[in-house]
């Protein structure tokens, strides 16, 4: 009888504590529960801190200007920071977790959102033909450290319960779309975290846990590290935990060797800053999710990815059925994530098909408990086995990876945002290609005095925007185009147009403080030599130094 309840006690024990080479039991039902938990923490985290997103860089936010939760801000259904990760889950459902790189850089280059940074650099390589890994590799994507697969990671926790191998595959594998070195790290740590908080509500535990999943030389791991500690200094104290995070991470220039930064400094899209405030959340909040909600986001610079990662993670260890009633109540089962095939319910099934998948892959299996009443995931416990260091600012090799011509093919999404209904009402005939995402292009109502204002943006620091048509000549009339165009009012806000005919370039033009010092300039190009032809014009919005390279349009005639 002794022996019976010491095998027991060791069986129970096993799993709270398991060892390498046993398994955790995750009843079916709570791995559901909490899988739906970590979603609407995603989408409470975001909704709540989306209004302080940037507005405050390297400052706190003030306490007077934290957002109130209102239980509509759940309903996140067109929020960028909860559905490119659904990409990815589409692409696993479609192809199932054998699905190879490539196949997901074929399905991330065919997206239709808005993107923005390494995401934004990454898929545009990927829709140059540039394949993954190479699509994220600093030599082609100068945004490899900053936060965006970290923001999206939350995903591949939560089809993953205990097994953080299989985080770090969909790392590799996701990740590598668009980040490198500590950008990818960032993810790979994250998506630990969900793994782990399936089975316990230890926030120290989940860190410290999460913290074997990625390489512990990196400075990302470093980061966690010194938050940690910091939290034990100062348990009571986090704006001092803050300061010390800033001291290190934003103003010391040797953790900020491949971060993207404006002018000033001060904005900071680093994986690892951001993810030091995701940890604060999680320590200072003290399992309380408002706390760690409003800690995560008053930390600052991506104030909203940081608390629904933050939140996410919480919800997890919490469960559904056991959230705050203010965090469910408004949700509405039928809204559609943007450019998804998922609602709500809907997102719960695949996943929990994926995670049905993922147990299986990674040598686990269902049984059913011993009243037979419910079924339970048996998970094997594996060592975390990160990846090998890598680091941004110093990287190794490119791999030479190229898309195929037949794989080229399969990549289908236009190059850029679609303004055409835009240009339509502003220039009617004209074409629009290639304008990037930044400083928010399309028609503003008033600019510098003119109204009906076309913006435009180079999609990147080698891509020019093009603005084109067809134009049949009059034979008579002394046909002219004229321009009026200008430039962002910062002082190195400045642009180059070239206009060019039949693909001749016929005129190349700097538009900035020196040329347009009147803000607007007027440009007009002799059509007379082309008159009873029909010719294609481009006007091309050419980067320069890549500082506010909008282009400012307030005329484009035919006169």
């Given at each position: 009888?002794?022996?019976?309840?010491?095998?027991?006690?060791?069986l129970?024990?096993?799993?709270?504590?398991?060892?390498?080479?046993?398994?955790?039991?995750?009843?079916?039902?709570?791995?559901?529960?909490?899988?739906?938990?970590?979603?609407?923490?995603?989408?409470?985290?975001?909704?709540?801190?989306?209004?302080?997103?940037?507005?405050?860089?390297?400052?706190?936010?003030?306490?007077?200007?934290?957002?109130?939760?209102?239980?509509?801000?759940?309903?996140?259904?067109?929020?960028?920071?909860?559905?490119?990760?659904?990409?990815?889950?589409?692409?696993?459902?479609?192809?199932?977790?054998?699905?190879?790189?490539?196949?997901?850089?074929?399905?991330?280059?065919?997206?239709?959102?808005?993107?923005?940074?390494?995401?934004?650099?990454?898929?545009?390589?990927?829709?140059?033909?540039?394949?993954?890994?190479?699509?994220?590799?600093?030599?082609?994507?100068?945004?490899?450290?900053?936060?965006?697969?970290?923001i999206?990671?939350?995903?591949?926790?939560?089809?993953?319960?205990g097994?953080?191998?299989?985080?770090?595959?969909l790392?590799?594998?996701?990740g590598?779309?668009?980040?490198?070195?500590?950008?990818?790290?960032?993810?790979?740590?994250?998506?630990?975290?969900y793994?782990?908080?399936?089975?316990?509500?230890?926030?120290?535990?989940?860190?410290?846990?999460?913290?074997?999943?990625?390489p512990?030389?990196?400075?990302?791991?470093?980061?966690?590290r010194?938050?940690?500690?910091?939290?034990?200094?100062?348990?009571?104290?986090?704006?001092?935990t803050?300061?010390?995070?800033?001291?290190?991470?934003?103003?010391?220039?040797?953790?900020?060797?491949?971060?993207?930064?404006?002018?000033?400094?001060?904005?900071?899209?680093?994986?690892?800053?951001?993810?030091?405030?995701?940890?604060?959340?999680?320590?200072?909040?003290?399992?309380?999710?408002?706390?760690?909600?409003?800690?995560?986001?008053?930390?600052?610079?991506?104030?909203?990815?940081?608390?629904?990662?933050?939140?996410?993670?919480?919800?997890?260890?919490?469960?559904?059925?056991?959230?705050?009633?203010?965090?469910?109540?408004?949700?509405n089962?039928?809204?559609?994530?943007?450019?998804?095939?998922?609602?709500?319910?809907?997102?719960?099934?695949?996943?929990?098909?994926?995670?049905?998948?993922?147990?299986?892959?990674?040598?686990?299996?269902?049984?059913?408990?011993?009243?037979?009443?419910?079924?339970?995931?048996?998970?094997?416990?594996?060592?975390?086995?990160?990846?090998?260091?890598?680091i941004?600012?110093?990287p190794?090799?490119?791999?030479?990876?190229?898309?195929?011509?037949?794989?080229?093919?399969?990549?289908?999404?236009?190059?850029?945002?679609?303004?055409?209904?835009?240009?339509?009402?502003?220039?009617?005939?004209?074409?629009?290609?290639?304008?990037?995402?930044?400083?928010?292009?399309?028609?503003?109502?008033?600019?510098?005095?003119?109204?009906?204002?076309?913006?435009?943006?180079?999609?990147?620091?080698d891509?020019?925007?093009?603005?084109?048509?067809?134009?049949?000549?009059?034979?008579t009339?002394n046909?002219?185009?004229?321009?009026?165009?200008?430039?962002?009012?910062d002082?190195?806000?400045?642009?180059?147009?070239?206009?060019?005919?039949?693909?001749?370039?016929?005129?190349?033009?700097?538009?900035?403080?020196?040329?347009?010092?009147?803000?607007?300039?007027?440009?007009?190009?002799?059509?007379?030599?082309?008159?009873?032809?029909?010719?294609?014009?481009?006007?091309?919005?050419q980067?320069?130094?890549?500082?506010?390279?909008?282009?400012?349009?307030?005329?484009?005639?035919?006169?």
């Open positions: 009888m002794r022996f019976l309840v010491l095998l027991v006690l060791a129970t024990i096993s799993f709270i504590t398991p060892l390498q080479g046993q398994y955790r039991k995750l009843p079916v039902s709570e791995y559901v529960d909490k899988m739906k938990a970590g979603w609407i923490g995603q989408m409470a985290g975001v909704g709540q801190g989306a209004p302080t997103e940037f507005r405050y860089c390297g400052t706190m936010i003030p306490p007077e200007a934290m957002p109130a939760w209102k239980p509509e801000m759940v309903n996140q259904f067109h929020q960028d920071d909860i559905y490119v990760e659904m990409t990815f889950l589409r692409s696993l459902e479609l192809y199932g977790f054998d699905v190879s790189i490539r196949q997901a850089g074929i399905d991330f280059a065919n997206s239709g959102y808005p993107l923005w940074h390494a995401n934004l650099a990454g898929r545009e390589n990927l829709r140059k033909g540039i394949a993954p890994p190479d699509s994220s590799h600093p030599a082609f994507n100068s945004h490899a450290d900053d936060i965006d697969y970290q999206e990671a939350d995903f591949s926790g939560l089809i993953a319960p097994m953080p191998n299989l985080v770090i595959e790392g590799e594998k996701f590598r779309l668009m980040n490198y070195g500590d950008g990818l790290y960032g993810g790979q740590f994250v998506g630990a975290m793994a782990e908080a399936f089975f316990t509500r230890d926030i120290p535990q989940i860190i410290q846990t999460a913290l074997a999943a990625i512990a030389e990196s400075q990302y791991a470093e980061c966690i010194d938050v940690i500690q910091w939290h034990q200094q100062n348990p009571h104290d986090w704006p001092k803050w300061e010390l995070i800033n001291q290190k991470y934003q103003l010391n220039p040797d953790y900020r060797q491949f971060s993207c930064s404006d002018r000033s400094g001060r904005f900071n899209i680093d994986a690892k800053i951001n993810g030091a405030y995701i940890v604060m959340g999680l320590l200072y909040g003290r399992g309380d999710l408002d706390q760690t909600i409003i800690i995560a986001t008053r930390c600052g610079q991506d104030s909203d990815c940081n608390p629904s990662n933050a939140a996410g993670i919480l919800a997890t260890t919490i469960g559904f059925d056991h959230l705050p009633r203010k965090y469910v109540e408004a949700l089962p039928e809204g559609k994530f943007s450019h998804t095939p998922y609602s709500y319910p809907r997102l719960i099934e695949v996943c929990t098909r994926l995670a049905h998948q993922a147990v299986f892959r990674q040598g686990g299996h269902v049984e059913s408990d011993p009243t037979g009443e419910q079924d339970c995931f048996l998970i094997p416990v594996k060592k975390a086995i990160p990846g090998q260091l890598q941004s600012s110093q190794g090799p490119i791999a030479n990876s190229r898309y195929s011509i037949g794989e080229s093919a399969l990549i289908t999404a236009q190059r850029g945002l679609d303004l055409s209904d835009q240009l339509a009402q502003f220039a009617p005939g004209w074409k629009i290609a290639q304008c990037g995402f930044d400083m928010n292009p399309g028609l503003r109502e008033n600019y510098l005095g003119k109204s009906k204002v076309l913006l435009t943006h180079p999609l990147d620091k891509t020019p925007c093009i603005l084109s048509r067809k134009l049949k000549v009059p034979k009339g046909p002219k185009l004229h321009l009026t165009v200008s430039h962002h009012t002082p190195a806000g400045d642009w180059e147009l070239k206009v060019l005919i039949d693909k001749q370039t016929i005129l190349t033009q700097t538009i900035g403080n020196t040329s347009a010092d009147n803000r607007w300039l007027d440009i007009d190009i002799d059509l007379t030599p082309y008159a009873g032809k029909t010719i294609n014009l481009e006007l091309l919005n980067p320069t130094g890549w500082s506010y390279e909008a282009a400012y349009w307030a005329s484009i005639q035919i006169k």
